[in-house]
């Protein structure tokens, strides 16, 4: 009854409010990938790292992103998480452990740290980076080849298959990376 509060406005107003439910809690990519350049500098300054890469959808490039996923390989993971929950724009820690860490940054986004033995990088790159789907798959490809795949490694019957980097784990599979 609000002159102009038509049906037109009202039902624009309304796929606003669908649309921020849908992916309030959602940041841009380019806003979400400064965060997480950010976080990998200070990650790769810890003595002992000795690789480290942003994971999930923003290395998927996906549009929006709910949250920073961090991995590392480092000698010392203690000195990392220690490192990265006292980063400075941490307000909350969410979880402080041996191999994941979780915090709250400024600005609401939520990053996750997990730290692996070198030996695991390229698996767990490879896991905490492809979607739910992408990994069924993955794992079910390995399976039907009489393997086991996981975030850590890629075995055989006898032994574990060593991959260095994520082409090496596609190359196993019999796949193009």
């Given amino acids: 009854s609000l002159k102009g509060f038509g049906e037109k406005t009202q039902a624009k107003i309304l796929e606003g409010i669908a649309f921020l439910d849908k992916v309030g809690h959602r940041f841009l990519i380019d806003a979400a990938e400064r965060v997480g350049v950010q976080?990998?500098?200070?990650?790769?300054?810890?003595?002992?790292v000795q690789r480290s890469?942003?994971?999930?959808?923003l290395r998927r490039r996906k549009e929006t992103v709910a949250d920073l996923d961090v991995l590392v390989s480092?000698?010392?993971?203690?000195?990392?998480?220690?490192?990265?929950v006292k980063a400075p724009d941490v307000i909350q820690v969410l979880v402080h452990g041996d191999t994941k860490s979780s915090v709250i940054l400024q600005g609401g986004i939520q990053a996750d740290l997990r730290v692996v033995a070198d030996e695991s990088f390229?698996?767990?790159?490879?896991?905490f980076t492809g979607s739910k789907e992408h990994n069924?798959?993955?794992?079910?490809r390995a399976i039907d080849q009489g393997l086991r795949l996981n975030?850590?490694?890629?075995?055989g019957s006898k032994?574990?298959?060593k991959a260095h980097t994520e082409e090496d784990l596609f190359?196993?599979?019999?796949?193009?990376?």
């Fill in 159 to 161: 032994k574990k298959l």
């Fill in 151 to 155: 975030e850590y490694a890629l075995e």
């Fill in 122 to 127: 390229a698996f767990a790159l490879h896991y």
């Fill in 136 to 140: 069924i798959a993955m794992r079910q």
């Fill in 171 to 177: 190359a196993h599979l019999g796949l193009e990376y």
């Fill in 39 to 48: 976080l990998l500098e200070l990650v790769r300054g810890v003595s002992g």
């Fill in 53 to 57: 890469e942003l994971c999930g959808s």
């Fill in 74 to 84: 480092a000698r010392n993971p203690a000195a990392v998480m220690t490192a990265f």
